[in-house]
């Protein structure tokens, strides 16, 4: 089981950056896959990024390819979104997932609550 914590999100001008941060607690977090995803009004929820367990493999959506870096430090139970160049086409909230199947894009079983953001033009 592991329990998700998003944070981070707000309102920035495009081109600037964010950072947003999952906490994760539950029993064994380093044996998780976790990632990235955001759903903007009237659209599905997408795939952002995702990292592999031992955080030594990642992928990302084309369309943030380049601009967002994700990270995780298992000592300390926390995954990073870096999101530079920000896009007015970036804002959604997002969302921390742990529980995937690597490579999968789909996501695993459990969900942060989300973290808005948005990028203003």
């Known amino acids: 089981q592991l329990q998700l914590v998003d944070t981070g999100g707000g309102l920035v001008q495009a081109g600037g950056s964010l950072t947003l941060s999952c906490a994760a607690s539950g029993r064994a977090f380093n044996t998780y896959n976790m990632g990235w995803f955001r759903q903007a009004p009237g659209k599905e929820r997408e795939f952002v990024a995702h990292?592999?367990?031992?955080?030594?493999?990642?992928y990302y959506a084309d369309s943030v390819k380049g601009r967002f870096t994700i990270s995780r430090d298992n000592a300390k139970n926390t995954v990073h979104l870096q999101m530079d160049s920000l896009k007015p086409e970036d804002t959604a909230v997002y969302y921390c997932?742990?529980?995937?199947?690597?490579?999968?894009?789909?996501?695993?079983?459990?969900w942060g609550q989300g973290t808005q953001v948005t990028v203003s033009s």
């Open positions: 997932n742990g529980g995937s199947q690597w490579p999968s894009r789909m996501p695993g079983k459990y």
């Open positions: 990292i592999s367990w031992a955080g030594s493999t990642r």
